[in-house]
């Protein structure tokens, strides 16, 4: 039989995080439970029931062809802009929306979900092994929302795993068991391939455009490009495809046409007076109109008519043994200057409200704060200058402490604006053109060949459908 391939297939698909294995014996909730209710607690499930509902039937086409079929498994997108896939022992597959956005059809995203059913299947999660992973998701949160280590709450064993995928062997087996399962199912076993091909373009693209680390793992690291096992794997696994062509369980490019791109709250984004940062999964509501910046450190509010008036700054601390916030006030953050203050209650956080000395300046008030957030420690020093109201101060204070709130996915929607949209590119069109207008902060020609599998020096084709970001 002869497979005719969809033409607009790219070489983009994306291999694996992995694994978790399973907690101590005894326990009443499987781990991979205990992360789907902790990223459902911290909106960490990307918004979209048509997504979820896609990955879902994909991966169940794909389990009927497998070991498991009759077993329940369970498929979930992760709000998270970084390309990633992730399996765990007890069944549950997590795809992000990052990894989404570069995939170019139905059969790319089914080679993705099969490496992860192949995992498990073939028992590999059970062999690789690593504790206390839960009570820190939004630390995992932070993690493939950004890719950067400083942010994540996990242990060096989770980022470990995180970056280092199975080993070569295993990851091999996956794309054999994988490649099969995709041709018994109807899809082209060659999509396992492009996927090798986009890989080594993204890791390119760090090395030589961003000037980043790769960044990934698993078969990042351990596939050679020309693989002779591989493609010997992949090439042994046509002999599985049906006599006839299956339809697609969805319309791919339809559901593209609007996806969420790329994450810029990830390191933190000003909307009006309020803050967004959601890798940390925090929201903080400044006073009405206050002029609002942030760096790398610290978010710093000023009052309209400048710091004379009145200023805020809020930092995260890193968390250290829980301590009630006023011992941390003494014992950690090593304050001698406060000169009252009391512990307090705020969103049902722990919290410490305190007034310092100020006799040595010009100030009128000046106040600090410390918050318990989940694992984090929020710091707010305020300065009420000599042209501002100590008592509007103080109640503006306050209500800054009280606004910190957890990000939801009507926050996330207002942070993050930019989707991606299909067009048909036209004659003579060119990813410079493109790119003239994109919202894409950096690198934005360069993305949009990445985007469309044309890395490092490929244009449009007249006729194809190009993903563009608005």
Same mark, same amino acid.
């Given at each position: 039989m002869k497979r005719v391939r969809n033409p607009l297939n790219s070489r983009f698909c994306?291999?694996?995080?992995?694994?978790?294995?399973?907690?101590?014996?005894?326990?009443?909730?499987?781990?991979g439970s205990k992360m789907v209710k902790e990223l459902e607690e911290n909106d960490g499930f990307y918004d979209d029931e048509r997504w979820q509902r896609y990955v879902t039937e994909i991966g169940e086409r794909l389990l009927v062809h497998?070991?498991?079929?009759?077993?329940?498994?369970?498929?979930?997108?992760?709000?998270?802009?970084?390309?990633?896939?992730?399996?765990?022992?007890?069944?549950?597959?997590?795809?992000?929306?990052?990894?989404?956005?570069?995939? /170019?059809?139905? !059969?790319?995203?089914?080679?993705?979900? #099969?490496?992860?059913? +192949?995992?498990? *299947?073939? $028992?590999?999660?059970?062999?690789? /092994?690593?504790? !206390?992973?839960?009570?820190?998701?939004? #630390?995992?949160?932070? +993690?493939?929302? *950004?890719? $950067?280590?400083?942010?994540?709450?996990?242990?060096?064993?989770?980022?470990s795993v995180v970056t280092s995928g199975y080993g070569r062997e295993m990851e091999l087996e996956a794309d054999r068991l994988g490649a099969e399962y995709m041709a018994k199912a109807g899809y082209n076993p060659t999509a396992v391939m492009d996927m090798l091909h986009v890989l080594?373009?993204?890791?390119?693209?760090?090395?030589?455009?961003?000037?980043?680390?790769?960044g990934y793992h698993g078969l990042f690291a351990s596939h050679p490009k020309q693989d002779k096992r591989l493609h010997d794997a992949v090439t042994y696994s046509q002999q599985f495809l049906p006599d006839e062509l299956v339809d697609p369980v969805g319309d791919f490019w339809n559901l593209m046409n609007g996806l969420v791109y790329g994450d810029e709250a990830a390191r933190g984004l000003v909307r009006d007076s309020t803050?967004?940062?959601?890798?940390?999964?925090?929201?903080?509501?400044?006073?009405?109109?206050?002029?609002?910046?942030?760096?790398?450190?610290?978010?710093?509010?000023?009052?309209?008519?400048?710091?004379?008036?009145?200023?805020?700054?809020?930092?995260?601390?890193?968390?250290?043994?829980?301590?009630?916030?006023?011992k941390y006030v003494t014992d950690v953050l090593k304050r001698d200057d406060v000169t009252s203050g009391t512990e307090v209650e705020i969103n049902g956080n722990e919290?410490?409200?305190?007034?310092?000395?100020?006799?040595?300046?010009?100030?009128?008030?000046?106040?600090?704060?410390?918050?318990?957030?989940?694992?984090?420690?929020?710091?707010?020093?305020?300065?009420?200058g000599p042209n501002g109201d100590p008592e509007t101060f103080r109640q503006q204070f306050r209500a800054t402490m009280d606004a910190l709130r957890p990000m939801?996915?009507?926050?996330?929607?207002i942070a993050n604006s930019?989707?991606?949209?299909?067009?048909?590119?036209?004659?003579?069109?060119?990813?410079?053109?493109?790119?003239?207008?994109s919202p894409i902060y950096e690198f934005p020609e360069e993305t949009l060949r990445l985007l469309n599998g044309d890395h490092p020096n490929g244009e449009p084709r007249a006729g194809d459908y190009i993903k563009v970001v608005r």
């Open positions: 994306v291999a694996v995080m992995t694994a978790v294995a399973l907690a101590a014996f005894g326990a009443v909730a499987s781990p497998t070991p498991d079929r009759g077993k329940k498994y369970h498929f979930y997108v992760i709000d998270g802009a970084i390309l990633n896939a992730m399996a765990m022992p007890e069944s549950h597959i997590f795809v992000s929306r990052g990894l989404l956005a570069y995939v /170019r059809s139905e !059969d790319e995203l089914a080679s993705v979900i #099969g490496h992860e059913i +192949a995992h498990i *299947t073939a $028992r590999h999660v059970r062999q690789r /092994r690593m504790t !206390d992973l839960f009570g820190k998701s939004v #630390g995992f949160l932070s +993690a493939i929302a *950004t890719g $950067r280590r400083e942010l994540n709450q996990l242990s060096n064993q989770l980022t080594m373009d993204q890791a390119l693209f760090n090395r030589q455009v961003a000037g980043r680390p790769s803050y967004y940062h959601s890798a940390l999964r925090v929201v903080i509501e400044f006073p009405d109109k206050w002029q609002v910046g942030y760096s790398s450190s610290r978010v710093n509010g000023i009052a309209p008519g400048g710091a004379g008036i009145g200023a805020i700054s809020v930092m995260r601390h890193q968390p250290v043994k829980r301590k009630s916030p006023a919290a410490y409200v305190g007034e310092v000395d100020t006799s040595a300046s010009n100030l009128q008030l000046g106040l600090i704060g410390v918050l318990y957030h989940r694992n984090d420690v929020f710091f707010f020093k305020g300065e009420c939801s996915q009507d926050d996330l929607k930019q989707r991606i949209e299909i067009i048909v590119a036209k004659p003579g069109q060119t990813y410079a053109e493109l790119a003239h207008n």
